[in-house]
C-alpha cells in the first residue's frame, strides 16, 4: 500500500509539473493585450485543469509557482504583478475546482467556471481599485473611472474565456493521462449522458464565440 501512495504522488508531481512547465510557456509566448496593461494569458485554463483533477489547493499552489517563475523571468510588473496574477489565477481556478470537487459533474464543472467567473471579476475589480493607483502612479479617482467600462468587461470576457477553453480541453487532456497512465481510471462515477454532454460543449461554444466577439469588438 506504501509503494502504491508514493507512486500516485510521484504521478500527481509530474503531472502537476508538466502543468506548471505548459501555463509558464503559454505565459511567454501567447499574451493578448486588451485595455491599458491588462492582456489575455490562457494560463489560467491549464491551472483550472489542474485544479479539477487534484482539488482547488494544487490550483493555489500552481497559481503561486506559475506567477513566481513569471515574475522573475519575463514580468515587468514586479511583486504587485505577481499579487495580481496569484489572486485573479486563484479566485478563477480554486473557486471553480472547489465547487467540482463538491459536485463531480459536467454541471458541476459548468458551475463551478460560471461561480469562478464572477468571483474573479468581483476580486479583480476590488484589487485594481487597490493596487492599480500604485503601479500606474495615477490618482486613485482616476481608475475608480475605469472600473466600470474597463476592469468589469475585461474580467468577466477573461473568465468567460478561461471557462470555454477549460470546457474544450479539460476531457480530451483527462483521457491522454490515463493513456499514459498518469491519471488513474474513474470509479463508480456515472458517465455524462449524450444530452449532457451536447449542452456542455455549447457552453463552451458559447462562450468562446462570446470572448472571440468582445476582442473583435475592441480590435484586438
Known amino acids: 500500500m506504501e509503494v502504491i501512495m508514493k507512486k500516485t504522488d510521484t504521478k500527481k508531481l509530474a503531472v502537476l509539473a508538466m502543468l506548471c512547465a505548459l501555463a509558464y510557456i503559454i505565459v511567454a509566448f501567447v499574451r ?3 485595455a491599458l496593461f491588462l492582456k489575455y494569458e490562457p494560463k489560467d485554463v491549464v491551472i483550472t485543469i489542474g485544479g479539477f483533477l487534484y482539488g482547488p489547493f494544487a ?16 514580468s515587468d510588473t514586479g511583486w504587485i504583478g505577481f499579487a495580481m ?8 481556478a480554486c473557486t471553480a475546482s472547489l465547487i467540482y470537487k463538491k459536485k463531480h459533474t459536467l454541471s458541476g464543472a459548468v ?63 483527462v483521457q ?24 456542455f460543449y455549447i457552453f463552451a461554444a458559447v462562450s468562446l464565440l462570446v470572448g472571440i466577439a468582445w ?6
Do not use: C, D
Not at 191 to 198: D, R, V
Open 32 to 34: 493578448i493585450p486588451a
Open 59 to 74: 490550483s493555489l499552489a500552481m497559481s503561486v509557482v506559475v506567477s513566481f517563475i513569471e515574475m522573475i523571468t519575463i
Open 85 to 92: 496574477n496569484v489572486l485573479s489565477t486563484a479566485a478563477f
Open 111 to 173: 458551475l463551478g467556471m460560471v461561480i469562478g467567473t464572477i468571483m474573479m471579476t468581483v476580486v479583480m475589480v476590488a484589487w485594481n481599485y487597490v493596487l492599480t493607483p500604485i503601479y500606474m502612479e495615477t490618482p486613485r479617482s482616476e481608475v475608480a473611472s475605469m472600473l466600470l467600462p474597463v476592469f468589469l468587461p475585461f474580467n468577466l470576457i477573461k473568465g468567460i474565456l478561461n471557462a470555454a477553453i477549460t470546457a474544450l480541453l479539460f476531457r480530451p487532456l
Open 176 to 199: 491522454t493521462l490515463r493513456k499514459a497512465n498518469l491519471f488513474p481510471q474513474s470509479q463508480n462515477q456515472k458517465a455524462p449522458s449524450a444530452k449532457h454532454k451536447l449542452w
Open 215 to 220: 476582442m473583435i469588438y475592441k480590435n484586438i
